[in-house]
């Protein structure tokens, strides 16, 4: 039986503003596989998983992958703001706000989904705590959280493990396990070459000649 | 002796007035804060200043509307382009703006004999002679920017927070922005006939910025922005009133509004360490 592709980039040209940031990029992900991404920093991972959002520019090749909000990201946790005044529940509720559309109010449904999320990644008693008391391996599971609530059948990770301590770590990684039993396709990028192996169905390096 | 000022008709509608400004200014003061638009907020003060005039100049009171709406809107879209460009960051060339548009407002309203009074009353408003088609224009402009509010508030919060999840998700984070500036914009354009251009800024920032004291909660810090700030309009409104009409000494309602809600923030201050 032919494997079902979640995402296949194809001699793939990609950079911003007509410069190449990346050349020649072929990869191919079937549904319920991960393929970790490992490089060192700087040398495109970023670029590539923002690429495959749309946020960077393809300039020659192509990318195929489900619609926009089939794809969940999760954005390098340094990106954010810890004295920003939102909950964890709220955070992981923004990962249905596509989802709930603009004139709707956030419904049971939704708010049950995100609970949903929350507690498999171990913090459903943490829902209303302030998103930037949490750990950083905390706040980490909570982003994942967050992009688990919007169901997604791709989803991209940056640097998951940074700054995140051991029990997160098995905790980020058991979840992941569970997310492709179910037939989710995950990319993982990691500076780090000792932690590429364990999530790992495939490994593509970056920035290597 | 505490409601009875309020039994005056002008205090009754100025009090009115300030009820609507604080149900519109606790939650868009907090969008304000969480997006760091204060400085935003405080370009959109100075330039609707200009517009002010010309709309006074070209058509009287009525004119004052229209050309506050007129130039807000317009310094709304400006500013999304520039922040957009990340020239922002550029606070000189900015300022540079801002003080121009300024000083032609002041320019403009200096060719009027009346200059003085005029000049007062677009800086520091005229709260006690707002009359009862004002209040209901107030009260328009504030049921649009609540529903404008309400549609954008999960798209503005997730944007702010997380700009590059936001895009991710589908978000045009461009438009978002445009979106909330106008809102800024139309607060600042629903305020400047009772409060005035300057001390609309306070309105802006303080509210959210005292309940965030208090309160890590986005919704809560709505709410007790629009409470201090009602309780501030009331207290200051009170005070200007004894003030003037039990010592006989003359303090601007609008000025005093202002003081007695900065006050309240200066006093929520020690509570804000612990958090």
Same mark, same amino acid.
């Given at each position: 039986?032919?494997?079902?592709?979640?995402?296949?980039?194809s001699?793939?040209?990609?950079?911003?503003h007509?410069?190449a940031?990346?050349r020649?990029?072929?990869?191919?992900?079937?549904?319920?596989q991960?393929?970790?991404l490992t490089g060192?920093?700087?040398?495109g991972k970023?670029?590539?998983?923002?690429?495959?959002?749309g946020?960077?520019?393809?300039?020659?090749? /192509?990318i195929?992958?489900?619609a926009r909000?089939e794809?969940?990201y999760?954005?390098?946790l340094?990106?954010?703001? !810890?004295?920003?005044?939102v909950?964890?529940?709220?955070?992981?509720?923004?990962?249905r706000y596509r989802?709930?559309? @603009? @004139?709707?109010?956030?419904?049971?449904?939704?708010r049950?989904?995100?609970?949903?999320?929350?507690d498999?990644v171990?913090? !459903?008693d =943490?829902?209303g705590?302030?998103?930037?008391?949490? /750990?950083?391996?905390?706040?980490?599971r909570v982003?994942? !959280?967050r992009?688990?609530?919007?169901?997604p059948?791709?989803?991209l990770?940056?640097e998951?493990?940074?700054?995140?301590?051991?029990?997160? =770590?098995?905790?980020?990684?058991?979840?992941l396990?569970?997310?492709?039993v179910?037939?989710? !396709?995950?990319v993982?990028?990691t500076?780090?070459?000792?932690?590429?192996?364990?999530p790992a169905?495939?490994?593509?390096?970056?920035?290597?000649? | 002796?505490?409601?009875?000022?309020f039994r %005056?008709?002008?205090m009754?509608? $100025?009090?009115?007035?300030l009820?609507?400004?604080?149900?519109? *200014?606790g939650?868009?003061s907090?969008f304000v804060?969480?997006?760091?638009?204060?400085? #935003?907020?405080?370009a959109?003060?100075?330039?609707?200043?200009?517009?002010v005039? #010309?709309?006074?100049?070209?058509?009287g009171?009525?004119?004052?509307?229209?050309g506050a709406? #007129?130039?807000?809107?317009?310094t709304?879209?400006?500013?999304?382009l520039l922040?957009?460009? *990340?020239? &922002?960051?550029?606070?000189?060339?900015?300022? #540079?703006v801002?003080?121009?548009m300024?000083a032609?407002? +002041?320019a403009?309203v200096?060719?009027r004999?009346?200059?003085?009074?005029?000049l007062?009353?677009?800086?520091f408003?005229?709260?006690?002679?707002?009359t009862p088609?004002?209040?209901?224009?107030?009260?328009v402009?504030?049921?649009?920017? &609540?529903?404008?509010?309400a +549609?954008g508030a999960?798209?503005?919060l997730?944007?702010?927070f997380?700009p590059?999840?936001?895009?991710a998700a589908g978000?045009?984070?461009g $438009?978002?922005?445009?979106?909330?500036?106008?809102?800024?914009?139309?607060?600042v354009?629903?305020?400047?006939? $009772?409060v005035g251009?300057?001390?609309?800024?306070?309105?802006?920032?303080?509210p959210?910025?005292?309940?965030?004291? %208090?309160?890590?909660?986005?919704v809560a810090m709505?709410?007790?922005g629009?409470?201090v700030t009602?309780?501030?309009?009331?207290?200051?409104?009170?005070?200007s009133w004894?003030?003037s009409v039990?010592? *006989?000494?003359?303090?601007?309602s609008?000025?005093?509004? +202002?003081?007695?809600? +900065?006050?309240?923030?200066? %006093?929520?201050?020690?509570?804000?360490?612990?958090?």
């Amino acid at each position: 039986m032919a494997e079902v592709s979640a995402l296949r980039i194809s001699y793939a040209t990609i950079g911003y503003h007509h410069t190449a940031v990346l050349r020649d990029v072929s990869l191919h992900v079937p549904a319920g596989q991960t393929l970790v991404l490992t490089g060192a920093n700087g040398s495109g991972k970023s670029t590539l998983i923002k690429a495959v959002l749309g946020l960077a520019d393809v300039l020659a090749g /192509s990318i195929d992958g489900p619609a926009r909000r089939e794809i969940g990201y999760v954005p390098q946790l340094d990106t954010l703001d !810890a004295d920003f005044p939102v909950s964890a529940g709220q955070v992981v509720l923004m990962g249905r706000y596509r989802r709930i559309g @603009w @004139w709707r109010p956030t419904g049971r449904a939704d708010r049950r989904a995100a609970a949903e999320a929350l507690d498999r990644v171990g913090l !459903a008693d =943490r829902a209303g705590d302030r998103f930037g008391v949490l /750990s950083g391996g905390q706040r980490q599971r909570v982003l994942l !959280a967050r992009a688990m609530a919007g169901e997604p059948r791709l989803l991209l990770l940056d640097e998951p493990f940074n700054g995140v301590d051991a029990d997160s =770590r098995v905790a980020i990684l058991a979840v992941l396990r569970e997310l492709t039993v179910a037939g989710t !396709a995950l990319v993982v990028s990691t500076h780090d070459l000792a932690l590429a192996d364990e999530p790992a169905d495939r490994v593509y390096r970056l920035g290597e000649p | 002796m505490l409601i009875e000022p309020f039994r %005056v008709p002008f205090m009754a509608r $100025a009090l009115a007035e300030l009820a609507l400004l604080a149900l519109v *200014g606790g939650p868009v003061s907090v969008f304000v804060f969480v997006r760091r638009l204060s400085f #935003v907020a405080d370009a959109l003060t100075h330039t609707v200043f200009p517009g002010v005039v #010309v709309g006074f100049l070209a058509g009287g009171l009525t004119g004052v509307f229209v050309g506050a709406l #007129v130039a807000g809107l317009v310094t709304a879209l400006v500013l999304t382009l520039l922040t957009r460009r *990340g020239a &922002l960051s550029d606070d000189a060339s900015t300022a #540079v703006v801002l003080t121009a548009m300024f000083a032609l407002g +002041v320019a403009l309203v200096s060719r009027r004999p009346s200059y003085t009074s005029d000049l007062t009353a677009f800086l520091f408003g005229r709260l006690l002679t707002v009359t009862p088609g004002q209040l209901a224009q107030t009260a328009v402009l504030a049921g649009a920017i &609540l529903m404008l509010l309400a +549609v954008g508030a999960r798209a503005f919060l997730f944007r702010a927070f997380d700009p590059g999840g936001a895009t991710a998700a589908g978000f045009r984070v461009g $438009a978002l922005d445009l979106w909330l500036n106008v809102l800024v914009a139309l607060v600042v354009v629903a305020a400047v006939r $009772a409060v005035g251009t300057v001390l609309v800024i306070a309105l802006l920032i303080v509210p959210a910025a005292a309940a965030r004291l %208090v309160s890590d909660r986005l919704v809560a810090m709505a709410v007790l922005g629009t409470a201090v700030t009602f309780a501030a309009g009331y207290l200051g409104l009170l005070i200007s009133w004894t003030a003037s009409v039990g010592h *006989g000494i003359q303090l601007t309602s609008a000025s005093a509004v +202002v003081l007695v809600l +900065v006050a309240v923030y200066l %006093v929520l201050l020690p509570a804000g360490r612990n958090r």
